[in-house]
């Protein structure tokens, strides 16, 4: 697989599953005796998790470019700060969302133009793409529906039914353009047979 080795990202709608599939991946390779660092984005660090608030309080009422500059600042920390040096020992990093979600809510779902964003990546994570990303795919409905059953309330739960049909749609398209990288799972099974999906792809990595 191409990509940076031993770096996994999960990405996928509101309400996919993806924190119970990290951690579910994690315990895995872990038991197979691997090390490994589980992190999620927005945060991951300190001042991330300061930005992830400020991103995510439904109160803020936040300029497109504004959203999309801090999502790059909390990742440029994200990646200095924990990602390359967790590389660089060797472990495996599974990172909850990375630029792929830029891609998809604030380019496709927001329209900021993608030209943009591809030029902060190469500025602020040049040649970080995972080798493998695991796309949670299931109905806008049921993320949602999941989503409030948790009590979860963010400023992006707040949008509307087609914003994030967008943003579904979206990571179909990143999957169709990087097929050796991305994988689509169905999330819509139960946590187990789910997680055997993500572990017999995941074993890809390592024939
Ligand atoms: P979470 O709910 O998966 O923790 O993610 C936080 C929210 O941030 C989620 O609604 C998706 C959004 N997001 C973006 O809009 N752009 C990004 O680059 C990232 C990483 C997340």
Known sequence: MPGVKRFISFEGIEGSGKSTQVKLLAEHLSAAGRTVLETAEPGGTRIGNKIRKILLEPQNHMDPLAELLLYYAARAQHVREVIYPALLKNTVVITDRFTDSTVAYQG????????????????????????????????????????????????????????????????????????????????????????????????????
């Not at 999330?187 to 993500?198: K, P, Y």
């Open 108 to 207: 496709y779902a927001r329209g900021i133009d993608l030209s943009v964003i591809n030029t902060l990546d190469e500025i602020v994570v040049p040649d970080m793409r995972p080798a493998l990303t695991i796309i949670l795919d299931l109905e806008v409905e049921e993320g949602l529906r999941r989503n409030r059953e948790a009590r979860k309330e963010d400023r992006f739960e707040q949008e509307t039914i087609d914003f994030h049909n967008r943003v579904r749609q979206a990571f179909h398209q990143i999957a169709r353009d990087d097929p050796r990288r991305v994988r689509i799972v169905d999330a819509s099974r139960g946590i187990d047979e789910v997680a055997r999906d993500v572990r017999r792809i995941a074993g890809e990595l390592w024939p």
